[in-house]
């Protein structure tokens, strides 16, 4: 900690230069990327604690003091509590000592490779889950490599599955081929698991699909649309009506109040009149936080209708589909999102062959 503070001070006087004072751009992105001022922001966001190293002189001193100051953020700025005395940082709990020596290790600008063995132990679980938020954010923003030992069933419970490794005595390591995988492995440390239920509980936000191609399939026109998927989005597959899927969100928001959800499937026979532009199912009466929506089109396929994407994925030219297409009296719109398509657009079997 006291390097990271020693090459602030450095950085702060090379930015301020002969100014009295740094420029707002040089501070701004000082506070954004600095791993002191980045320590500092994560203590205060998640302890409402700083840091105050007291200056060291190799000839008066012989060991570095740092306290800490207890407060919180007011209009973006920390401020100490007026009646708070410092205090050396040794007195402050282990739990605290502990988050701030994994963070401080993960932030130190020499360190490209960090492995850590247990550093959730002992942590409460809710400080488990930041520290690793966090972790995960400096291996992003900082391009380091960060290895973590667990046995944590929160942890495991909450981190994505294809960035969990497990390892079996006398088997070699694997990651985890999908959610489901972390019941054999919270199963192998002695704890019940039951991954979509306790990621509803969690982020108290659903989304009911027919099944996992529908909602990798929503992820991808999310992704080319330029925006980014929920992470506090809970997919849920079932291929029951809006009515069936209401009895289980019912059941769901008895044991999770807060809980909502979107119910999405496909029109498949029902009429074409079911379903209005803005893909209400007409026929489900609207329900607080349940949201029944259904494919305007019979199935979510008939969106894939479009010449400039078949002609991509195929290799051949947008004519020679549009030809392919003419051939059997398919005529298919310039507007491939467009809602109001002709009857034989949205009424076509996309999942049969010509």
């Not at 997919?235 to 928001?253: C, D, F, I, M, V």
């Not at 499937?265 to 259904?294: C, H, P």
């Not at 003419?326 to 949205?346: F, L, Q």
Request: a neutral charge; charged letters at 30%.
């Amino acid at each position: 900690m006291f390097d990271l503070h020693e090459a602030n001070k450095l950085e702060r006087n090379r930015l301020r230069g002969e100014q009295s004072k740094l420029k707002s751009s040089d501070l701004k992105r000082l506070r954004e990327t600095d791993p002191w001022e980045l320590l500092q922001k994560a203590l205060q966001e998640t302890f409402g604690t700083e840091l105050r190293i007291t200056p060291f002189n190799e000839r008066y001193h012989s060991y570095l003091r740092v306290e800490s100051v207890k407060g919180e953020i007011s209009e973006g700025q920390f401020k100490r509590y007026p009646s708070y005395s410092s205090r050396d940082l040794m007195v402050e709990g282990s739990g605290f000592l502990q988050w701030l020596s994994v963070y401080a290790l993960a932030l130190s600008p020499d360190i490209d490779v960090v492995l850590l063995d247990e550093p959730d132990a002992h942590l409460h679980p809710m400080l488990q889950q930041q520290l690793v938020s966090r972790l995960s954010k400096i291996a992003d923003d900082k391009k380091k490599q960060i290895l973590l030992a667990t046995h944590s069933t929160e942890l495991i419970r909450g981190y994505e599955f294809d960035k969990i490794l497990a390892l079996k005595k006398g088997k070699s390591g694997r990651y985890l081929g999908d959610d489901g995988a972390k019941i054999g492995v919270l199963a192998g440390i002695g704890a019940a698991h039951t991954p979509s239920l306790h990621a509803l509980i969690q982020y108290k936000k659903m989304l009911i699909v027919e099944g996992v191609s529908d909602e990798r399939f929503l992820r991808i026109l999310c992704e080319r649309l330029g925006e980014e998927w929920p992470k506090n989005l809970v997919a849920w597959y079932w291929t029951g009506k809006h009515s069936e899927r209401w009895q289980l969100y019912r059941q769901l928001k008895a044991e999770i109040p807060d809980l909502m959800a979107i119910s999405v499937r496909d029109r498949d026979d029902e009429a074409d009149n079911s379903v209005d532009s803005e893909l209400v199912d007409i026929g489900f009466k609207a329900q607080v936080g349940y949201i029944a929506l259904k494919w305007r089109r019979r199935h979510i396929e008939n969106y894939l209708f479009s010449v400039s994407a078949i002609a991509r994925s195929s290799g051949k030219s947008e004519q020679a589909v549009k030809d392919l297409f003419a051939e059997h009296a398919i005529a298919i719109p310039d507007d491939a999102t467009a809602s109001d398509v002709a009857m034989g657009i949205r009424e076509a079997l996309i999942n049969s062959p010509f």
